[in-house]
């Protein structure tokens, strides 16, 4: 089947296999290799998850946009461009209703869960730095919303409070003291929507790893998972950055003593981010950019707590607890970053 809907994107010889490719937490990707004009060459095959991604078509007119924009730039990455069906629309639907796309894969390259030196942390920020000048420009009037509400953390706390009324009992009961640390913590959701920050081309899902790196000399190769890039404020690209690189322990760690903010990878996402963004930033928006790593980080413990709440219902997961040791580990990391300057 595999076979057949990679051929409604491409022509080749032979289909040599498939492999399930990668960590994402919502689509399923592989990675495929065909005989090609007597080579072999590599393309990533993805799935939409379209109970998350309810128009996948938005979603790939925002993508072809980027790339566009991004191959018009002095920009320093490779550019995930996606191939268009020999039909030509973006994506094919299969007969159970899935959606389906083709990209280019970008050979030598790795993806890290985690950040390894303070090096890597600045390379890292400048290259998603680099993404967001180069979508500086772009009229975000024409980016839409891939999922309305993304990081609106007043709508996320109020969904969340409606999700306390649903939630399945004992999972409730058990997360409790989750639950109370949330809601202790709600002000900074309303503190960040009064800012008014002015909308931008946001990645809206700058993790360490959705950056490739060349497997050889370490160096960034290209921004990946571009589905969520929409109109948003730049204190989510810069926020998710702090999230995911300043701490030494994946997001589901059980160990919470090994979850925290460090500060010194703090100091190099900051200095590799705004090497490159500094001069279009807005005094609002440098001045509560240390503020971005906390909400992010609070939003993804309520976005994780509340699936837990509801029965694992959005996020992958591989046992039944998963969501809620994320939260828990959110929740260590974001009281972390309380108790440090930022
Ligand atoms: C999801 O698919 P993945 O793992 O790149 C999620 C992000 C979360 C992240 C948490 C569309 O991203 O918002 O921050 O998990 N993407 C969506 O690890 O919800
Ligand atoms: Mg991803």
Redesign the pocket.
């Known amino acids: 089947m595999l076979e057949y809907i990679v051929r409604q994107f491409i022509d080749f010889q032979l289909f040599v296999n498939a492999v399930p490719f990668g960590v ?4 399923d990707t592989f990675k495929v290799e065909v005989r090609q004009n007597d080579r072999l060459v590599h393309y990533l095959l993805q799935r939409i998850n379209h109970q ?1 991604f309810q128009q996948p078509e938005r979603v790939m007119e925002n993508i072809s946009l980027i790339a566009q924009h991004l191959s018009h730039q002095d920009y320093p990455l490779k550019i995930l461009t996606p191939f268009p069906l020999k039909l030509g629309a973006w994506v094919h639907q299969d007969a159970e209703a899935n959606y389906w796309r083709l990209f280019p894969f970008f050979e030598n390259t790795i993806t890290f869960d985690k950040v390894e030196s303070e090096e890597q942390a600045y390379k890292a920020a400048k290259a998603f730095g680099a993404f967001a000048k180069s979508l500086n420009e772009v009229d975000v009037s024409r980016l839409r919303a891939t ?1 309305p509400g993304f990081h609106d953390g007043q709508a996320r706390l109020a969904q969340f409070k409606i999700i306390l009324q649903k939630a399945i009992p004992e999972r409730l009961q058990e997360a409790s003291a989750e639950v109370e640390m949330v809601l202790d913590n709600q002000l900074i959701f309303n503190k960040i929507a009064k800012l008014n920050l002015p909308l931008r081309a946001i990645h ?2 700058t ?1 360490i790893n ?1 950056l490739l790196f060349d497997k050889d000399t370490l160096q960034p190769v290209a921004v990946v ?1 571009l ?2 890039v929409m109109p948003g404020i730049i204190l989510s690209d810069f926020g ?1 950055m702090v999230r995911t690189f300043t701490c030494p322990a994946d ?1 589901d760690e059980v160990d919470l003593e090994k979850v925290e903010m460090r500060p010194s990878y703090n100091q190099a996402v900051s200095e590799g981010f705004l090497s490159e963004m500094r001069t279009l930033l807005i005094p609002a928006e440098l001045e509560n950019l240390g503020e971005g790593g906390r909400w992010m980080t609070l939003m ?1 413990a309520l976005r994780f707590l509340g699936d837990y709440l509801m029965g694992d219902v959005y ?1 992958k997961t591989k046992y039944p607890g998963h969501n809620l040791i994320r939260a828990k580990n959110q929740l260590a990391l974001f009281h972390s970053m309380l108790r440090q300057d930022m």
């Open positions: 994402g937490h919502i689509n998350v999922i809206h899902d993790k959705n998972d589905d969520t998710d997001e993804q996020y």
